[in-house]
């Protein structure tokens, strides 16, 4: 079992999750999260003042995956979400111990 | 029978005695001839003194526009200047900037109702010394302030409609100086200061200007020592509570974290939503100036929307060509810029003059609040001093390049043509008792403002515990926050 997280721009967040459902993940948590990367931030004036803003908005997809629907997954983020600019963002995938199920108590592959 | 008899005798007895002793009286008070009846009818719609005829009895069309105005300057404050200034703080400190505009909108008229009117407006201290700095104590607690006209202000407005348009410019005055020292002051601490400020400054120079014995009241007053000219307030309003926003910000020293943490507004919609209510209020306050439903109002109507427009579009521009952007706050910027600067010659200039004013409204200040303030290094919050200081000593020193007697009869005729105005208008030379007017109240305000900021903070404090600043004043100051997650 792996945990796909991926960091993607947060207007890109419809076409990704079109793309996971046509997959038929059935499952996903997104957060609205704020960072940067080689994109940097912007530079905001407002009058006389100039500020720096180093976090951008950016959203955070997190999905549980049995370890055969991995690839095609990841290939399916880095296909919807992909502009060609800078700060498209990444897709981490990390190995999973466990899952479990808290109605059921089911654990592993059947609680995903 | 004898009874009834005795009683309707008595009757007819009274009735005689009674038209008897009113027969003189009556012939006094004839009824008033056509031609009177008539002249007083005119006088209703040129704005002049209506005679014997129709004495005591304000005017529905004038007085309707001045309730109508005096509503429109409240709302300046309430929420125009409230949401403008509370839309540029950070969002921690919203509440406060609302709570110190509510918190002088009460204070002051309380303030006016005791004794501001009648220190500015009334007469009482006519001959005496002082009579040139302040009115008198004829009006005080609003004694004798009834529905009927003051015609020492106007012909057709009643006195009390007259009394509340100007407490709403006493409430907006001290309301401006917010926006310097925001985000840390002691709510006590503004509202110490307001009380002073407004005896001490606001009090005696709105007399001095527009009080009909001020001394500076050159429209008005024919026996005025200076001269000069002030339509809606940009010496009384816009010079007062911007200098002596500079004084006090620089008294109360920089906000916490001021030039190394972000302090940029916390919402731009807010901001914009309080300058269109600011904008839209102005034309009670410019308008709303002459007092009348007239012909001066109309132009001062003009000339306002068109130094409005001008110099937001212009500070939008120069944005747009030296930084790559027209920002909303430049719009916003610049449409207050620009009706501040007209504010002093609304009713004194022409179209021309107003699209002049817009321009130079539009450029000045903008350098003001992005060169000279980085340059010097004042923590003046919201630019009170930058736009509303620069704005009004500018509009005041141009209104006596541009007034002209072509849009307004006072400037031609009546106490002009006694005390030398209208040969000034005419001729010339009206700046230098603009220039006049500008440095007594530059003086009055930062002297005045100094010896009272450092009593506030000797008695009560300026500044709130570190700790407060650094949490907010919203929750430590009143007890609430402006959005509940």
Known sequence: ?112 | MTLRFSFVRRTIWLCLVVVLCSLPVLAEQAAPSMDQRVAALEAYVTNTDPGKSLTGVPGPGHNGWMMTSSALVLFMTLPGLALFYGGLVRRKNVLSVLAQCLGIAGLVTILWWAVGYSLVFGQSFKGSGIGRFLGGTEFMFLRGVTSAPNTDYAFWVSQNVFAMYQLMFAIITPALIVGAIAERMKFSAVLWFVTLWMLVVYFPLAHMIWGATGMMNGAANAGAAITAIDFAGGTVVHMSSGWSALILCLIIGPRIGFGREKMAPHSMVLCMVGTGMLWVGWYGFNAGSAVAADGIAANAFMTTTLAAAVASFTWGMIERVFRGHASILGFCSGAVAGLVVITPAAGFVSSTGAVILGLIAGSVPYLFVTSVKAKFGYDDALDTFGVHAVGGTMGAFLTGLFATGAVNSNLAGGAALKNGLAKLVTEGGLWHEQLKAIILTLFLAIAATFVLAHLVKMVVGLRPAPEIERQGLDLMEHGEEGYIE
């Open chain 1, 1 to 112: 079992m792996k945990l796909v997280v991926a960091i993607i721009k947060p207007f890109k967040l419809e076409e990704v999750k079109e793309a996971l459902a046509g997959l038929g993940i059935e499952g996903m948590t997104v957060t609205e999260v704020k960072g940067f990367g080689r994109q940097k931030g912007h530079t905001e004036i407002y009058r006389g003042s100039e500020y720096t803003v180093d976090f951008l908005p950016k959203v955070k997809i997190e999905i549980a995956l049995g370890d055969e629907l991995v690839a095609r997954t990841v290939e399916a983020i880095v296909k919807s979400a992909k502009t060609g600019k800078i700060g498209d963002g990444k897709v981490f995938i990390v190995p999973l111990e466990d899952v479990v199920r808290i109605r059921t108590d089911e654990h592993g592959d059947a609680a995903i």
